[in-house]
């Protein structure tokens, strides 16, 4: 028979079943925002979780939600109990896993890591290897995201963590830079300007950029820093992708401002490069994460390979949950 409400001897209200059962339901509301997919993803009917909901205001005397037509949000207690229950619900769910790891030692299990184009690249390739010879039973899975994407795979954890560059941290993500690269103009040998050493921001006016899409944090930087400085500017060519980029500018189709991430001794050969970083900002890649997140073994270990003791960090606790 289906649980069902029932009253106890207090005459209060409660719903059967234990406060493990109501803690996840009430994570999983609170994550996914909707009891339809709190439901869908605990295999639940979306009245047996709204009931779990109501049992667990009632027996905690407090309201937890409000529910409008579209998503739930927190009330202040709702907040302070999210913050107590989302590590306990998560450990528990990966208790299997981590007796696992006690037990036979972290050389098994899954890892899923978000990351854009670029980073995947260029900057995770012997990070990889080095994690594949440490790790090789591990299975490690790479999402090739844009920055919004891997926040939302992040907050619905559909990947343990991202490696990438931000510029606007939510509150709800921890970052951690670790590697910083400055900005490059690349121009092909033949260029007016490839004579110049000491290259002002105007001098590049007269010529067309290749950038990437607008959507993309580069183009947001470069936009920002003509429009802060009153110099105009012009984008001949917008298209994805850094080697795409770098080859129209060897082809002599335009200029670029690109991440020094990307330039490598073969592009030097071919290219004319140039440090801006006088005009624009550094660049920083590091491990982005959910705030709360339990850090698996296997993501414990990815971390410790890009910085050790970075585990150690203001943002994250020994015990692998990231800090508020």
Same mark, same amino acid.
């Given at each position: 028979?289906?649980?069902? &409400?029932?009253?106890?001897?207090?005459?209060?209200?409660?719903?059967?079943?234990?406060?493990?059962?109501q803690?996840? +339901?009430?994570?999983?509301?609170?994550?996914?925002?909707?009891?339809s997919r709190?439901?869908?993803?605990? *295999?639940?009917?979306? &009245? !047996?979780?709204?009931l779990?909901?109501?049992a667990?205001?009632?027996?905690?005397?407090t309201?937890?939600?409000?529910?409008?037509?579209?998503?739930v949000t927190? @009330?202040?207690?709702?907040?302070a109990?999210?913050?107590?229950?989302?590590?306990?619900?998560?450990g *528990?769910?990966n208790?299997?896993?981590?007796?696992? #790891?006690?037990?036979?030692g $972290?050389?098994?299990?899954?890892?899923?890591? $978000?990351?854009g184009?670029s980073?995947?690249?260029?900057?995770?390739?012997?990070?990889?290897k080095?994690?594949?010879?440490?790790?090789?039973?591990?299975?490690? $899975?790479?999402s090739?995201? #844009?920055?919004?994407?891997?926040l939302?795979l992040?907050? !619905?954890?559909?990947v343990?963590?991202?490696?990438?560059s931000?510029?606007?941290?939510?509150?709800d993500?921890? %970052?951690a830079?670790?590697?910083?690269?400055?900005?490059?103009?690349i121009m092909?040998?033949?260029?007016?300007l490839?004579?110049? #050493?000491?290259?002002?921001?105007?001098?590049? !006016?007269?010529?067309?950029?290749?950038?990437?899409?607008?959507?993309?944090?580069?183009?947001?930087l470069v936009?920002?820093?003509?429009?802060?400085?009153?110099v105009?500017? @012009?984008?001949?060519?917008?298209?994805?992708? %850094?080697?795409?980029?770098?080859?129209?500018? +060897?082809?002599?189709l335009g200029?670029?401002?690109? @991440?020094?991430?990307?330039?490598?001794?073969?592009?030097?050969?071919?290219?004319?490069?140039?440090?801006?970083?006088?005009?624009?900002?550094?660049?920083?890649?590091?491990?982005?994460?959910?705030?709360?997140?339990?850090?698996? &073994?296997e993501?414990?270990?990815?971390i410790?390979?890009?910085r &050790?003791?970075?585990l @150690?960090?203001?943002?994250?606790?020994? !015990?692998?949950?990231?800090?508020?």
């Amino acid at each position: 028979m289906a649980d069902r &409400p029932a009253d106890d001897e207090g005459g209060r209200f409660y719903y059967k079943g234990n406060r493990l059962k109501q803690l996840r +339901a009430f994570v999983y509301t609170t994550r996914l925002g909707t009891l339809s997919r709190a439901a869908e993803a605990l *295999f639940l009917s979306q &009245p !047996s979780v709204s009931l779990q909901l109501k049992a667990l205001e009632r027996e905690l005397g407090t309201a937890l939600l409000e529910r409008t037509r579209r998503r739930v949000t927190l @009330t202040d207690a709702g907040e302070a109990l999210y913050e107590l229950a989302r590590p306990l619900v998560e450990g *528990f769910e990966n208790l299997d896993r981590e007796f696992q #790891t006690k037990t036979k030692g $972290a050389q098994a299990g899954r890892l899923t890591v $978000a990351a854009g184009s670029s980073t995947i690249q260029y900057l995770l390739p012997e990070l990889v290897k080095t994690y594949r010879e440490r790790f090789p039973h591990v299975h490690l $899975a790479l999402s090739n995201v #844009t920055n919004r994407d891997g926040l939302a795979l992040l907050r !619905s954890d559909e990947v343990d963590i991202a490696v990438g560059s931000m510029i606007d941290v939510p509150h709800d993500i921890a %970052w951690a830079p670790v590697y910083h690269y400055d900005p490059m103009l690349i121009m092909p040998p033949d260029h007016p300007l490839a004579s110049k #050493t000491d290259i002002r921001l105007e001098d590049l !006016s007269p010529y067309g950029l290749i950038l990437p899409p607008k959507r993309l944090t580069t183009y947001r930087l470069v936009d920002m820093v003509f429009q802060q400085r009153h110099v105009p500017y @012009t984008v001949a060519i917008e298209v994805g992708g %850094w080697d795409v980029i770098k080859q129209y500018v +060897a082809m002599g189709l335009g200029i670029s401002i690109v @991440t020094g991430i990307c330039i490598t001794e073969a592009d030097r050969e071919r290219l004319v490069v140039r440090n801006l970083r006088q005009y624009f900002p550094q660049r920083s890649y590091g491990v982005v994460m959910r705030k709360g997140k339990f850090l698996s &073994p296997e993501a414990r270990a990815f971390i410790d390979l890009i910085r &050790p003791g970075l585990l @150690t960090h203001r943002d994250y606790d020994e !015990s692998g949950h990231s800090e508020r």
